[in-house]
């Protein structure tokens, strides 16, 4: 649901990894990826040709920060959903209010307006925002954790501690993770792809790995 990163270009320095020196322009090389890349509107653009499984893991770590963010921005929306409503609700059953003098010139609206709200009152808990409100905070939880352990290894992963076998069963395992878990709170279902939220998610996700991966850009 969430895109990943772009990559071109390649790389030509050497430097000493784990296992010696190796050279940043072959096909195998395990250059810091985080360094070498530029900021952009998709999450970063690699301009150091790395190996393809540290390229995957990175795509991947991004791709879990983005979904962190967009939960952020889906539960915003969601909680001012239903405090507007509360505040209409609260309006609606101040019986002073129903006494102003305009309303006794539109008493049928005014009967509708409180018969509409007793029907909302009922059903608000079944209404899609408040199933929202009750499950994002667990997954956010939970996929904010799944981000951390991910970015831990990553250090792993580019340095070139890993090998590309265990780099790949490392991400295997990430990914099934984040399979229970999306799958665990039903999140396919209860939260509908909102194109505004995840523009918002992925520039916040830019500026995330802008600050602390020292992306240029």
């Given at each position: 649901?969430?895109p990943?990163?772009?990559w071109?270009?390649?790389c030509?320095e050497k430097?000493h990894?784990?296992?010696g020196p190796v050279?940043?322009g072959s096909?195998?090389?395990w250059?810091?990826?985080?360094?070498?890349?530029?900021?952009?509107?998709?999450g970063?653009t690699?301009?150091s040709?790395g190996?393809?499984?540290?390229?995957r893991?990175w795509r991947?770590l991004?791709?879990?920060?983005t979904?962190?963010?967009?939960l952020d921005?889906y539960?915003?929306?969601?909680?001012a959903?239903?405090t507007k409503?509360d505040?209409?609700?609260?309006?609606?059953?101040?019986?002073?209010i129903g006494?102003?003098?305009?309303?006794?010139?539109?008493?049928?609206?005014?009967?509708?307006?409180i018969?509409?709200?007793q029907?909302?009152?009922?059903?608000?808990?079944?209404?899609?925002?408040k199933k929202?409100l009750q499950m994002?905070p667990?997954l956010?939880?939970?996929?904010?954790e799944?981000f951390?352990f991910a970015?831990?290894?990553w250090?792993d992963v580019?340095?070139g501690?890993l090998?590309?076998q265990?780099?790949?069963?490392l991400?295997?395992d990430?990914?099934?993770?984040?399979?229970?878990?999306?799958?665990?709170?039903r999140?396919?279902?209860?939260?509908p792809?909102q194109?505004d939220?995840?523009s918002?998610?992925?520039?916040?996700?830019v500026?995330y790995f802008?600050?602390?991966?020292?992306m240029?850009?």
């Amino acid at each position: 649901m969430l895109p990943g990163c772009s990559w071109s270009g390649g790389c030509s320095e050497k430097r000493h990894d784990a296992r010696g020196p190796v050279s940043l322009g072959s096909a195998f090389c395990w250059c810091p990826l985080p360094m070498a890349y530029t900021g952009s509107s998709d999450g970063g653009t690699l301009v150091s040709q790395g190996n393809i499984y540290q390229e995957r893991y990175w795509r991947e770590l991004h791709q879990i920060k983005t979904h962190v963010i967009y939960l952020d921005e889906y539960f915003l929306r969601s909680e001012a959903i239903d405090t507007k409503v509360d505040a209409v609700l609260a309006v609606v059953s101040s019986g002073s209010i129903g006494g102003w003098a305009v309303w006794q010139q539109y008493q049928t609206l005014w009967a509708l307006i409180i018969a509409a709200s007793q029907v909302v009152t009922v059903l608000r808990r079944f209404l899609p925002y408040k199933k929202r409100l009750q499950m994002i905070p667990g997954l956010r939880r939970e996929l904010e954790e799944l981000f951390l352990f991910a970015e831990k290894r990553w250090y792993d992963v580019s340095e070139g501690i890993l090998t590309q076998q265990q780099i790949h069963k490392l991400q295997c395992d990430i990914r099934e993770r984040k399979a229970r878990i999306q799958h665990q709170y039903r999140a396919s279902t209860l939260l509908p792809d909102q194109a505004d939220y995840l523009s918002k998610a992925k520039q916040r996700a830019v500026r995330y790995f802008k600050d602390f991966y020292l992306m240029e850009g």
